[in-house]
């Protein structure tokens, strides 16, 4: 420019975006089990950064190549997914799909003097509604377990009665 004349250095360096290794899955765990996720990435040029991400929105505190998840409400479903990037630029990989079981019961049933009997668990931790239907379309409340009113871990009920099928849904 307007004749300038002389020596120009330039430094430069050559260089990819970081590569990600790791796979996608599917994680299933019960509503009191943490989980940690990490990533694994190819070898890159200068320091690497990490952003992991919850159904798309960043995690403020998840800032490295793994994520540990506290404990997840039972139901839970969502989407992780990590931006790794270097000087050269930044993939973004989904690395899983999380999923929370919900509480599940195993009662048992019997039919007494006609009525049908559901033995209900004897941990009294697991809080539930019990439901009762006609017809599986449509649920009617029956009570919340445990009940102060009946401390028996068993409900009978007639087999002539308006349900015919019944259910417990956690709470």
Not at 35 to 64: D, E, F, H, K, M
Not at 81 to 86: M, P
Not at 91 to 120: A, C, D, M, Y
Not at 140 to 152: G, T, V
């Amino acid at each position: 420019m307007n004749g300038a004349q002389g020596t120009i250095s330039l430094n430069w360096k050559l260089g990819l975006p970081p590569t990600i290794l790791s796979t996608q899955g599917t994680n299933i765990i019960n509503p009191s089990e943490p989980l940690t996720l990490s990533v694994q990435t190819g070898p890159t040029n200068g320091p690497t950064t990490y952003q992991w991400r919850c159904n798309g929105t960043n995690i403020p505190t998840a800032t490295a190549a793994s994520v540990t998840l506290g404990l997840l409400s039972s139901g839970t479903v969502a989407t992780y997914s990590v931006i790794v990037g270097n000087a050269f630029g930044v993939r973004t990989q989904e690395i899983s799909r999380v999923i929370v079981r919900k509480p599940s019961l195993s009662p048992q049933s019997i039919l007494i003097n006609g009525h049908f009997r559901i033995w209900l668990p004897q941990d009294q931790s697991q809080n539930f509604e019990l439901e009762g239907s006609p017809d599986l379309e449509n649920w009617f409340w029956i009570e919340s377990y445990p009940s102060p009113n009946n401390p028996n871990n068993f409900r009978d009920f007639s087999i002539d009665g308006p349900f015919n099928f019944f259910r417990a849904v956690p709470d």
